[in-house]
């Protein structure tokens, strides 16, 4: 079945460095790929998306492009903030259908320090 | 700028109660989902539902829940008899067509059954 990996954390970083949060798939078929931010006490909003290989997905200074050669989804952020600081979900969705539901990763928790 | 609601926000109740959780989603999407978070574990799909009918359901969507969309605007997950593993964040989201896959999430209703 469809799957997601995550890599592991905590990551804790200082602030300005760079991120990077792998992760990868297996699906069958050409699933969209998303990635999920959870602040404290806070419900799942959505980061950014990519629906096919090669989409490069952005927003808030977050990138990830859809790698289809390498079912990889990894998130990057030239220089992170303290108000970065959440956890962060990967995540797919099989393309068609009535269900469309999410497969999530088990979540990356990133603290960014000052 | 529209959102998915969420209504309690923390539900306290005892083990075998029936309880319902409430939802709002935004008011011209078409697909109906919940989703649940054990505390510290990653989000699982629960149930799909689009066209007054239930489209998909994991296997813990079980026997003792329900989901009903009782009117243009609520959409509802029932408990028949809560037991202690039922207690997790439960998050509502809601897609627009065939064509958009994102899904956009409500703030979750945290649920402790005791």
């Known amino acids: 079945g469809n799957s997601v990996t995550q890599m592991e954390g905590p990551v804790t970083l200082s602030e300005e460095a760079f991120l990077t949060i792998n992760c990868t798939y297996t699906?069958?078929?050409?699933?969209?790929l998303f990635w999920y931010v959870q602040y404290p006490g806070e419900g799942l909003q959505l980061l950014l998306k990519?629906?096919?290989?090669?989409d490069k997905g952005s927003n808030k200074g977050f990138e990830a492009t859809y790698r289809k050669e390498t079912t990889s989804f990894h998130l990057e952020k030239g220089s992170v903030q303290v108000s970065d600081s959440a956890v962060y979900f990967c995540?797919?969705?099989?393309?068609?259908?009535?269900?469309?539901?999410?497969?999530f990763g088990t979540g990356t928790l990133l603290a960014v320090q000052p | 700028e529209p959102e998915v609601t969420q209504t309690p926000s923390h539900q306290v109740t005892q083990m075998g109660q029936e309880v319902i959780l409430r939802c709002v989603p935004i008011?011209?999407?078409?697909?109906f989902y919940w989703y649940r978070q054990i505390l510290g574990q990653k989000v699982e799909f629960l149930v799909s539902?689009?066209?007054?009918?239930?489209?998909?359901k994991s296997e813990i969507f079980d026997d003792q829940f329900s989901v009903e969309r009782p009117d243009g605007s609520n959409f509802t997950l029932k408990i028949r008899s809560t037991k202690l593993e039922d207690s997790a964040m439960y998050f509502c989201?809601?897609?627009?067509?065939?064509?958009?896959?994102?899904?956009?999430f409500g703030p979750g209703t945290r649920l402790t059954v005791t």
């Open positions: 989201a809601s897609r627009f067509t065939d064509n958009s896959y994102e899904q956009y």
């Open positions: 699906a069958t078929g050409y699933p969209s």
């Open positions: 990519a629906t096919k290989a090669d």
């Open positions: 995540a797919l969705s099989d393309r068609g259908g009535a269900t469309n539901k999410l497969i």
């Open positions: 008011s011209n999407h078409l697909y």
């Open positions: 539902f689009y066209n007054n009918e239930i489209s998909e």
